[in-house]
């Protein structure tokens, strides 16, 4: 059902794709999967532990901040941007700030030097970014088990320009291609 959903509009995971900055996915990879009446499954083995850990990861996180965090087992929808979808991993309670989110992630090893001390890969920036738009959000933290034992959290807040530019970005691509089914062509 969760699989379904997804499919009527673009979701975090997403992002990156459509501004090319996701090495395992192209923007016609998410047309294709968009106007596709077949529902797929992630069934590889990173996928599999990266949603094992997760439960993992956000505890630490909690933990390690002294922040209640909340799972909402939801897709969020922008209010005025109906295609946009948020299924945000954790919500965090009792900041100051208000309400923030909070994106778990596993990686590899061999991807370590992608996760600097003071940035994170684009791709998941964008991400972030993406839910703060839908959620109207004003912050986030990205938690990271990197090697199965190395920890890191970052701390992001929402960047107005760069929520407009995802939004019209995210406007052309469902209008013009998944709409229209007209697929986008790479390469110019």
Not at 29 to 57: F, Q
Not at 158 to 178: G, N, S
């Amino acid at each position: 059902e969760w699989l379904q959903i997804r499919k009527q509009g673009l979701g975090g995971s997403d992002i990156g794709a459509i501004f090319g900055l996701n090495k395992y996915k192209s923007p016609i990879a998410v047309y294709m999967d968009k106007i596709s009446d077949k529902v797929e499954e992630i069934n590889s083995e990173s996928a599999y532990w990266g949603t094992t850990l997760e439960d993992i990861v956000a505890s630490e996180f909690s933990k390690r901040n002294n922040l209640k965090i909340q799972k909402r087992n939801a897709v969020f929808q922008h209010p005025e941007y109906e295609y946009m979808l948020a299924n945000v991993d954790r919500f965090i309670l009792g900041e100051d700030a208000g309400i923030g989110v909070l994106e778990v992630k596993t990686a590899s090893e061999y991807v370590k030097d992608q996760w600097q001390e003071d940035k994170v890969p684009d791709s998941y920036y964008l991400q972030v970014q993406h839910y703060l738009a839908v959620t109207g959000l004003q912050w986030a933290y990205i938690a990271v088990l990197i090697g199965g034992n190395k920890y890191q959290q970052y701390y992001i807040e929402r960047d107005q320009e760069i929520v407009d530019v995802i939004i019209e970005k995210e406007k052309e691509f469902w209008e013009e291609h998944i709409l229209k089914k007209v697929p986008i062509v790479t390469g110019k």
